[in-house]
């Protein structure tokens, strides 16, 4: 070999490992700008046509299901401020009687109290502040603040076994939201955007409204319902419960459909452009969220017109809609129910009781009993029940022990309920101790809560994950079982 083709034969081999060296960078640093390119998520085919890119509708990435799916959507009932279980649910016969009497130790001795830490030596029992009584088939107990829940016993599996590890409001709403206290992490709604997608095509896959009145009006921080390090695609999309839904959702005077159609395409195309070169799945996210804002001027009106809702449909919820109550959010959930949103959420912030509880319970539960109930009869009616999944709960329960008028924060058992599709409705799940202090049968954390929820999606939740920062994340973080015995 000659001193040329020597040198043709080191160049082509440095050729060849600086390409590949540069091959491997780009791939590396497109892997962490979109991590779907090593995921093997969809990338659409029109990219590079020249024409404003139209993203196709996410599909999710559990395909095929793991399980047969039982539910198509969740309507989320979140009582913000931790309703009582022992004004609601959870009738204890024996703390009625000690009402007023020194709480025993036994029951609190190195257990975790909020704000009555430092009262150790001076916690009273408080007995329940109202009546119960059966009712239903089953003669499943119920308070007398809920009478309109009680017409609907039969179609709930109440669980009285629930508890959780945070013991203040926002860590503990993030552990209901999102699996964990740790913030940043994606919320249960986006991992349902993720894994599933969306059957509504003209508004957001998972919608959040919000009421107030009763109580102490805890704030919810709009990171409750944030995608975490999942695509801002997936995140929760807060409607206003009164006024506009979604502010400027509207054209301004003298822009109509054509003419807001003609600047959506020229805004995309330069998207596309940062596209095709960034490959960032923000910036997909930002296409998409422009073509579904175009979309919603014409379907969020359509929705919020309820006009067309008869006057006995009305009359069970109570409202006339638009007046930014628990009621008219409920019947709003129905008809984005019906359109094809997977995830709704409603929260109503006012059960944070640690004063006056007899009154301000009262209260509260008068606001969210009737739109409550009307939800679960109205998706009955209409066959909607059977592939829906209410969810009914706090954050956590309130104490067994006094805090002057009130009840303190408590994580150690509490109710929440469920209805709907796959779960056996008229029945009672767990039973907290002869106080109301601890789950002591068939206990369910949150994360159990969880997992139950996606197995009736027909999601086995150990296998929806997403890889970040080295690590495979999912929604039950490392817990969660499936509840099955609750389960038809």
Not at 215 to 229: C, D, E, L, V
Request: net charge neutral; glycine share 12%.
């Amino acid at each position: 070999m000659n001193a040329l083709e020597e040198l043709q034969r080191i160049e082509l081999r440095r050729s060849f490992l600086g390409r590949a060296a540069a091959g491997v960078g780009a791939l590396a640093l497109n892997s962490l700008l979109n991590p779907a390119l090593l995921l093997g998520e969809p990338v659409d085919a029109k990219r590079g046509q020249g024409q404003a890119k139209r993203m196709e509708q996410w599909t999710g990435v559990v395909n095929p299901l793991h399980f047969p799916q039982r539910v198509k959507r969740v309507i989320h009932l979140s009582m913000a401020g931790g309703p009582s279980h022992l004004e609601t649910f959870d009738y204890k016969p024996k703390l009625a009687a000690l009402d007023g009497q020194p709480m025993p130790k036994s029951f609190t001795e190195g257990q975790q109290i909020a704000q009555l830490q430092g009262q150790r030596d001076s916690l009273k029992c408080m007995g329940p502040q109202f009546k119960f009584s059966r009712h239903g088939e089953a003669g499943t107990e119920i308070s007398s603040i809920l009478p309109h829940m009680s017409k609907i016993v039969d179609d709930i599996c109440v669980i009285k076994s629930m508890h959780t590890d945070q013991i203040n409001h926002d860590p503990a709403h993030t552990l209901m939201n999102t699996g964990t206290s740790i913030p940043g992490r994606p919320s249960m709604g986006s991992w349902l955007q993720y894994g599933l997608g969306s059957e509504a095509d003209d508004l957001p896959g998972y919608v959040v409204m919000t009421s107030v009145g009763g109580g102490q009006s805890q704030p919810i921080a709009s990171r409750q319902w944030h995608s975490g390090f999942l695509p801002s695609r997936f995140q929760g999309v807060e409607f206003r419960s009164k006024g506009d839904p979604v502010l400027y959702v509207g054209n301004p005077k003298g822009v109509n459909l054509t003419r807001q159609r003609e600047v959506i395409n020229a805004v995309q195309r330069m998207n596309q452009l940062g596209d095709e070169t960034f490959q960032d799945p923000e910036i997909a996210t930002r296409i998409a969220q422009y073509e579904l804002a175009f979309k919603m001027q014409t379907s969020v009106p359509e929705l919020m017109d309820i006009s067309g809702e008869p006057q006995h449909i009305l009359d069970l919820y109570g409202t006339e809609g638009g007046d930014g109550s628990f009621a008219s959010n409920c019947l709003l959930a129905r008809r984005l129910a019906e359109r094809g949103v997977r995830f709704i959420q409603l929260y109503h912030r006012g059960w944070d009781h640690h004063g006056g509880i007899k009154a301000g319970a009262a209260v509260t539960a008068k606001l969210v009993d009737q739109g409550t109930s009307a939800l679960i009869q109205d998706l009955r009616q209409r066959g909607m029940l059977d592939d829906t999944l209410v969810i009914w709960g706090g954050e956590f329960g309130r104490t067994p022990m006094a805090q002057g008028s009130g009840r303190d924060h408590h994580i150690k058992g509490f109710s929440t309920w469920l209805a709907g599709g796959g779960v056996t409705p008229g029945t009672v799940y767990g039973a907290t101790d002869e106080l109301g202090y601890s789950a002591i049968e068939n206990p369910v954390h949150v994360n159990d809560l969880h997992a139950t929820m996606l197995y009736l999606f027909g999601i086995d939740h150990e296998r929806l994950t997403y890889r970040f920062q080295g690590r495979d994340f999912r929604l039950t973080d490392v817990a969660g079982k499936v509840v099955h015995s609750i389960l038809s």
